[in-house]
């Protein structure tokens, strides 16, 4: 974990002291709303369609025990007794009263955590593999690099008012679980001969006009790392459109210039600057990756873990489902599924945080990660304490095995929170999870991931999931378009609209339809949805979704 | 011939809690049953000015359209159906109870 030095401790304590003065004059009539909004918006405070919410940055998903016992606190006192955890590993507060938000915010600062730059035209929080550290796969840790990033885009001088927002993603291993093919900036750590160097990725991107990110540097030197970001987002600030808000991401930037003439742009930036980065950052980047020093694994018998899986069927379902591999002996990466059949994606209650929090204390070396699907990891746990685990996840709700699997869906807010959005999605992520724990098919259906997005702008990532669900305003009445093949992994891809939309009432049975159809025309059990998908293509899937229309043809 | 104007009702969120509010009568209410319904174009658009101006108390003051039905206003657009009501997942806000009195 990233220790914060006096400097930062010091920073926070004067940006929450403004923001509290700000706030102040807001609520005096001083300050219009107009003159407020971007003070709040720098601050992580949005108004939403029924109350104000906080977004709280959560730097690449890490945290400890005693942050997530902070947020827990926070949500009892100042809250509903809950947090929603997002696909940009953050957490958001969707009842805050806007003369509480000061007191949060310090309450926040005391455990190293805020809320700058969560929102607004600025480079937003850093997110990567929340396998971090842990992964079995992985060739670095990304994490340092992360932190390097979030110190030198924080009140960056230069791009506090950049075209449109900046979202950078980093991962340490060639499995992409950090989707960053469709960020802004996406950062994969590789090793080429023995040294590291980084693969630098731009103009990826989802919303309105979806894309993938294309190679910008196939083997950045790793001194090269913060000189280059600068020199990109540089080019971005003076090229990227303002004249439009829909063309204003680096993605259009990219699209409309082309790949080789921002490269060549980048690189006469980058020989301009490199001379003033005179090596302090890599100073500070040796004294960050010290702090993200592995801990200290433990030698145990895994005997009680296989002695649950031969004698507990419910802990082998959910040890099948909801570990991961890695790299230390003896030891696996849990997640802990925020997703129970029929309850809102990426809610935890107060309660939950702190069981979380405990878990981790006691059995997984004090750390804990959101993932960007909305769930919670402990990243470090023997197999011989999983039992333990298990049994203390299971009495509080979260026991459930389906990570991975068709009820574990990313939604975002939707309309019953979002002020942008144009139809709900929680509702829908609640009944299609709740239908096939009905159906007890959902093992038997194995990987399949549903995103769904309440408006285009797509923070459910919806392009990217297998079966994609927008939710749409058309005529006054909600309705969802769904799309199919995406991936969000390396071999990302941007999924196939499958035809017209549903209606509220009409998407879980066509969700129904498609998932059957699948099972009838998978090859073999062990074929996934999206190789099915792949290898017939889109098809034999609209003939399920819109039965009609092929009688009709028929006849 | 011009449009027939669509009755509206005024509304915006409170500055301080963020809840949705309307214009009744009396000042502002959480409960949309208790809005003033507007029938005439100007009168809404002065009514409308009348209100912006609160910015002490409110942001984001709009005129919303609904249906009179027998004298209750009621949302045409399930966006303003969902704001009149609170979230779904959740008997949150507006649906606590305690929580329709007069703001």
Known sequence: MYHYTDFDGAFLKERNAQFRAQVERRIDGSLTEDEFKPLRLMNGLYLQLHAYMLRVAIPYGTLNGRQMTRLADIADKWDKGYGHFTTRQNIQYNWPELRDVPDMLDALAEVNMHAIQTSGNTIRNVTADHFAGAAADEVADPRPIAELIRQWSTDHPEFQFLPRKFKVAVTGSENDRAVIKAHDIGIQIVARDGVIGYKIIIGGGLGRTPMIGKVLHDFLPQEDLLPYLEAIVSVYNLLGRRDNKYKARIKITVHENGIEDIRARVDERFALIKPLFTGIDQQTLARIEADFAAPDFKTASEAPYHHARQHDPLFRSWSDTNLAKHKAPGYAIVSISIKAHGKTPGDATSYQMRLMASLAKRYGHDELRISHEQNVILPHVHKEDLPAVYAALKAAGLGTANIGLISDIIACPGMDYCALATARSIPIAQDIATRFDELKLEHDVGPLKIKISGCINACGHHHVGHIGILGLDRAGVENYQITLGGDGTQDATIGERAGPGFSADEIIPAVERLVLAYLNLRAEPAETFLQTYTRLGLAPFKSALYPETQTATAA | ?103
């Open chain 2, 1 to 103: 011939m011009p449009k027939p104007f669509t009755p509206k009702v005024i509304t915006a969120n409170a500055l301080l809690e963020g809840d949705v509010i309307y214009m009744s009568a009396t000042g502002w209410t959480r409960d949309l049953a208790r809005a003033d319904i507007l029938t005439d174009e100007a009168d809404a658009d002065l009514r409308l000015i009348e209100a912006a101006a609160q910015t002490d108390k409110v942001v984001g003051v709009y005129l919303a359209d609904i249906k009179d039905e027998n004298g209750v206003p009621t949302p045409v657009h399930f966006r303003e159906d969902f704001r009149a009501r609170g979230p779904s997942n959740y008997a949150h806000g507006k649906q606590e109870a305690g929580k329709q009195e007069q703001f």
